[in-house]
């Protein structure tokens, strides 16, 4: 069975401090990748999408940048975080014709 | 530009009473459709699907949502309300790799 992977869990980061959540999916090959943000527990923001590997669409420019190294892996990074970077983050994967699958999140704060 | 309309910030409803959040959408084709919940702190959990066939959808937990192509709407449903079912409902259209999401509805079930 396919199984989705993000972490941390939770982080706390200095303003100015660098970044990187990282998102793996097990079980399936070629899916469509996704990082959302979520504010104060109400919409999803589409961040980045990744069809294949190296192939980022970004939906909304700002401090943040995505890559796909591997097949199943999907990376979020900054080089400077600022305050209004805080916010759930969500990783998710689909296949054609599938729901999206999601991670569990990781809470960042920006301090 | 595909896009998901949730109008309702919040629902609320009394335990055993019948529930309705809605949802309205707009995309160029033929569109898959989506009804996740997310509990406080956590990754979105799938509640069903329609992608072709019966415009009336089973899902988990004795969700249903029924498809209105003239209408554009995909409302989710349940014949009576339990507590447990309080959480932030979100409704979702995917339409080649976008992977849409409206802007969410709370549901509160009251006792």
């Known amino acids: 069975s396919q199984t989705i992977h993000q972490w941390p869990a939770t982080l706390v980061q200095p303003v100015g401090s660098p970044l990187s959540l990282e998102c793996t999916v097990e079980g399936t090959s070629n899916p469509n990748l996704y990082w959302y943000r979520q504010a104060a527990g109400r919409g999803l923001q589409l961040l980045f999408y990744?069809?294949?590997?190296?192939?980022i669409s970004s939906e909304v420019p700002q401090n943040l940048s995505a890559s796909r190294p591997q097949d199943r892996q999907f990376i979020l990074s900054s080089k400077k975080l600022l305050l209004s970077d805080s916010g759930f983050y969500l990783c998710a994967w689909t296949g054609v014709g599938t729901e999206a699958f999601f991670g569990q999140g990781t809470r960042l704060t920006v301090v | 530009a595909q896009s998901v309309a949730q109008p309702e910030d919040q629902v609320n409803v009394a335990e055993g009473n019948p529930l309705t959040v809605k949802c309205t959408y707009s995309?160029?084709?033929?569109?898959?459709l989506f009804w996740y919940v997310q509990y406080p702190n956590r990754g979105l959990q799938f509640l069903l699907k329609?992608?072709?066939?019966?415009?009336l959808v089973k899902g988990s937990y004795g969700f249903e949502a029924e498809f209105n192509k003239s209408q554009t709407s995909f409302h989710l449903k349940k014949p009576s309300a339990l507590v447990s079912d309080s959480a932030l409902y979100f409704c979702a259209v995917k339409a080649g790799n976008m992977l849409t999401f409206g802007g969410g509805t709370r549901l509160m079930v009251k006792p």
């Open positions: 329609y992608i072709t066939g019966d415009n």
């Open positions: 995309v160029s084709g033929n569109p898959y």
């Open positions: 990744s069809v294949g590997i190296g192939q």
